[in-house]
């Protein structure tokens, strides 16, 4: 018993000390800042220690497609349906902020730098794109699904 006590220990000892907390793992609301509606669902999952966000359901406005194209998208996402699309990759934990990955603009087809803050609660996410710096760039803020 005393060894299954110190490997526990060990495995323990050896996590990070925001181990405990929330993660961004889950389906989220995207919600437009201008409209305050939602525009998408967004679910995000971890692989290997990184976090990346898939668009998980739409709602189109009455006229829109119901499954548009990322026409504009570049390399193999272009003319793939938005619905599935990989779009924030390369998101590294550090407590509740993430940092380092990417976000993709499926309207522009262009890549942002991208950060984001996980609430203490673990129920809102701030979503931030940017270029170059932080500064230079759009935040949005999101809702965990229940």
Do not use: H
């Amino acid at each position: 018993m005393k060894l299954f006590a110190g490997v526990v220990a060990v495995i323990l000892a050896a996590q990070p000390a925001w181990a405990d907390t929330p993660t961004v793992s889950g389906v989220w609301q995207q919600i437009d800042p201008d409209t305050g509606k939602v525009g998408a669902l967004v679910t995000f999952a971890e692989r290997r220690g990184i976090f990346e966000g898939r668009i998980s359901k739409l709602f189109p406005e009455p006229g829109d497609e119901t499954n548009p194209l990322c026409r504009k998208c570049p390399g193999d996402r272009q003319n793939k349906p938005i619905l599935g699309l990989l779009f924030i990759e390369g998101m590294k934990r550090t407590g509740l902020d993430y940092g380092g990955g990417t976000i993709l603009d499926p309207d522009s087809g262009t890549f942002y730098n991208a950060s984001m803050q996980l609430s203490p609660d673990g129920n809102t996410l701030t979503v931030r794109g940017y270029v170059g710096i932080p500064l230079f760039g759009q935040s949005q803020t999101w809702k965990r699904v229940p």
